[in-house]
């Protein structure tokens, strides 16, 4: 606690706290983690249960309305969300103003904003209908926004939705079916695929969800503040680190070159961190790694592969989980560090990790901006800072600098 008074003969007192490892922004009735005991219940419900029995259309319901749907309820909206997969011609030209090779997230980043030009009917936030478009738009149109940035990038036309398939199996077909031919979507692959966007819909007020609600504050359109949640994920210390946890354990490559990396991590002349390990909330295991880990083994034997970097991965764990330095700084694997493993053995490309995690968040985001808006104390969100600078002085002509 700062008094400020003490500065600047201001009156009030502040607290200090670089990082929020110790305030609370708001209140929220979606998601709980219990960080000491590894626990994450979303409206109440532990996370291993909707991962395991789950969908993400039903989770992406039970978020944004606090209640599962019954069959109706969820028919009703699966229906809905469909109606919204397509995008705009104008937006699909969007695309070609990009670099071939630019990330996948520089192009989300870019699109996702873009829509607000696009929806000028649903942007009075304060209409809860208009409030319910917007969230149904964005959910929809992330699989389809995001395939397209993947089909860009590896020179391919897009693809159109097929509204037949699930939300999940469409998203794979856009990705990789290729126009005139058929695809079939693999069950195993589509329901491991479901669950990892099961366990990336919400995780209570990360970076980027504070930023969804930060911009969402100041009465700007969902669509440029789900773009700002995009931009805020990418960073390798949030959702970018699916992306570094795969690329570290291709680095390492053999078990035997485990131990060089685990010294480089407790060296602190060395910047080096084990990626996918260490969370500002779980001081135990995260519980979604632990579905994770399962998944991974459910995808190699659907596809029949198998990847020595799932070795090194879990050898890699073993070894941290025994050293003290990881285990006095409660340092477990987090979401991030098995999902690569899986997503590679489907098929994506590093690069695009990060945009699926973009594209299952995005419910959480608009689960959380509309119950921020909802609430009718709504303020702006405006942080207070600890001022260093100089002290007031007098202009000096530059003559006499
Ligand atoms: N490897 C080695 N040391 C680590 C690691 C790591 N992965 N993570 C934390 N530490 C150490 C820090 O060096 C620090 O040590 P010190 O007390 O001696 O200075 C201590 O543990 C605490 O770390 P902080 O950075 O203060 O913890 P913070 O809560 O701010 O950061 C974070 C959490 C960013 C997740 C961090 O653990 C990290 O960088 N991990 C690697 C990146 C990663 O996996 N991010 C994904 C997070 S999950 C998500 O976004 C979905």
């Known amino acids: 606690v700062v008094d400020i008074g003490k500065l600047y003969g ?22 709980f ?18 991962a395991e029995d789950s969908s993400f259309m039903e989770v992406s319901y039970l978020l944004l309305n ?5 069959k109706t309820e969820l028919d009703d909206f699966e229906f809905t969300i469909t109606r919204h997969t397509m995008l705009h011609d104008q937006l699909r030209q969007f695309y070609q103003g990009f670099r071939r090779d630019a990330h996948p997230m520089a192009i989300m980043c870019g699109v996702v904003g873009a829509l607000s030009a696009f929806y000028h009917d649903s942007t009075d936030i304060s209409d809860p209908d208009h409030r319910k478009i917007s969230s149904h738009r964005l959910i929809a149109k992330m699989p389809t926004i995001a395939a397209a940035a993947y089909k860009y990038s590896i020179g391919q036309p897009m693809m159109q939705p097929d509204n ?18 058929e695809y079939e979507v693999i069950p195993a692959v589509e329901k491991a695929m479901d669950r990892i966007f099961i366990l990336h819909a919400d995780h209570e007020q990360n970076a980027s969800t504070s930023t969804v609600r930060l911009a969402g504050s100041s009465g700007a359109n969902p669509f440029a503040c789900i773009a700002a949640g995009i931009a805020c994920l990418w960073g390798p ?24 990396y685990i010294a480089r991590a407790k060296n602190k002349d060395d910047p080096f961190r084990l990626m ?40 890699l764990e073993e070894m941290a989980l025994n050293d003290p330095y990881f285990v006095d700084k409660k340092l477990f694997p987090n979401v991030d560090f ?7 053995a489907i098929g994506f490309p590093t690069e695009m990790f990060t945009a699926l ?16 808006i909802s609430d009718p104390g709504q303020r702006i969100g405006r942080p207070r800072q600890l001022y260093t600078g100089p002290a007031q002085r007098d202009y000096v002509p530059i003559g006499q600098r």
């Open 66 to 70: 606090g209640e599962l749907p019954n």
């Open 276 to 315: 996918g390990f260490g969370h500002r909330v779980y001081k135990n295991y995260d519980p979604r790694a632990t579905v994770m880990q399962k998944t991974v083994r459910e995808v190699f034997d659907a596809l029949k592969v198998t990847d020595p970097v799932f070795d090194v991965a879990l050898q």
């Open 357 to 372: 995690f973009a594209l299952a968040r995005t419910v959480g985001w608009v689960a959380q901006w509309n119950e921020m």
């Open 237 to 260: 210390a949030h959702g970018g680190a699916n992306e570094a946890a795969l690329n570290m354990l291709r680095e390492i490559g053999t078990p035997d070159r485990i131990p060089e």
């Open 338 to 344: 098995y999902s690569g493993v899986i997503l590679s």
């Open 33 to 50: 983690i219990d960080g000491e005991e590894g626990v994450l219940l979303h409206r109440g419900y532990p996370i291993g249960q909707l």
């Open 164 to 181: 037949s398939l699930s939300y999940t199996g469409n998203f794979l077909r856009m990705t990789f079916g290729v126009p005139a031919e």
């Open 10 to 31: 201001q009156s009030g007192m502040f607290t200090y706290d670089p990082g929020f490892t110790s305030t609370a922004s708001c209140d929220s009735g979606l998601t």
